[in-house]
């Protein structure tokens, strides 16, 4: 849980992108064990959950890319 909690800090920090893009990562990574571990313990309906978590968070993930990429100076 704690990990969860500092995931969502570094998530919504500015300071290191790093640190943003392996939250992301470790988000990612733990929606799709969770959507397998239900699909595979023969209850996928329960799993849906899991991929609208997905969904939203590389929704969010590509349109702070995009924002990002618009805001730089050349």
């Not at 939250?23 to 571990?37: C, D, E, R, V, W």
Request: aromatic share 16%.
């Amino acid at each position: 849980m704690v990990a969860y909690i500092l995931g969502v800090i570094a998530l919504f920090q500015s300071k290191y992108k790093l640190l943003r893009e392996w939250a992301y990562a470790g988000f990612t990574f733990a929606m799709i064990g969770a959507f397998l571990s239900h699909l595979f313990s023969g209850e996928p309906e329960r799993g849906i959950m899991a991929l609208i978590s997905l969904g939203f968070l590389l929704g969010s993930y590509f349109v702070g890319k995009n924002v990002n990429d618009s805001n730089k100076v050349i």
